[in-house]
């Protein structure tokens, strides 16, 4: 079964529209969906002339960002509030989702931090948001969250941002099929479709 | 009858990639389409925090958006060979084609300019090249340069930016419909939505 992989920051919107349609897309085709948890502030900081971490975009840009999003989900029909912290810190509920996806929740956990963030406009950068999540899932919140803070867990989700790098990510939502990198929600058909038709793949 | 403007850079290949079938979307439709050259180096060096006029992308960014647009063009059925020489200066082009705005042949002209750029590695920025197209086309070569090259209407190219950057324009391609901007090849479609179906516009 050909995996595709999903590369999510809790902060973007369009990984939120993303995550938000993904199962339904790859719900009863031939492939395996792997969640994969990304923060791109490290990413962002490395890229060439950026002089601060968190470089500003050009203002209409920035703008245009919010309405595109905005027009997005209502096309797709998606809930979206804009949140009143944006962008919102993605670490911890990074740093959980990476446990859960080892323990088979990284899917409905990650819907939930979106939903908190993009439709209750919910501080997800509080450790206390993202317990009150875990226990709505029925999950044992207080060692999941001490699980999450361990240094070696940290150090795990660094090398999950250099894997995420060396596979040539640049931006969320990013989708991996078959070697090939797709960036955007607007370029997940054509991951599926990469996924699935050998055929139609062409080489560099 | 609605007009949709599509803002082209001769240097985008996302931008080829659209005028490459934007008359077929359009056509049959109540749309007025309105060509519009557009230079984004003046843009980009407005950027805030951008050092250098052409800050490179990340080296990752840059391989991606190749590779994507050789993907979107096979799906498109689009012929594209990627230039010899990326990004070509479009200075030229983007100067004679806004005489053809006036003209009435801006759409052949510059589908003839992409096609020698992105098709068969033609230097556009060479005067030679863009004398080869105009006489292709049948126009009065001699007279169209001497004109496109004068101070007048060179100021007249600069203040087109700055009417782009005014609407709210910051890359190409991007398309406005009923004062709404749109960027991206892949939001081609949503534009022509916007201009058609004034009842599924929704306020900011």
Sequence with gaps: MTEIEFWFEFASPYAYLAAARIERLVAGRP???????????PIFQRRPGHASPFQ??????????RRD????AAEAGTPLAWPSIYPRSSLLGARVALLGGDEGWIGPFSLAVYR???VED???ADAGTVRAILDGLGLPSESILARATQPAHKARLA?????????GI????????????FWGNDRLEGA????LHPARRFPR
Tied chains: 1, 2.
């Design 192 to 195: 599926i479709d990469w996924a």
């Design 31 to 41: 492939l395996r969906l792997a969640w994969r948890p990304l923060l791109l502030g």
């Design 170 to 181: 640049f931006g969320a939502p990013s989708f991996v099929a078959a070697g090939e990198v």
């Design 69 to 72: 999003a905005e027009r997005c």
């Design 56 to 65: 500003e975009p050009a203002p209409a840009e920035a703008a245009y960002r």
């Design 116 to 118: 908190a963030s993009f």
């Design 159 to 167: 090398a999950t941002v250099e894997e995420a790098m060396a596979k």
């Design 122 to 124: 919910r501080d997800i």
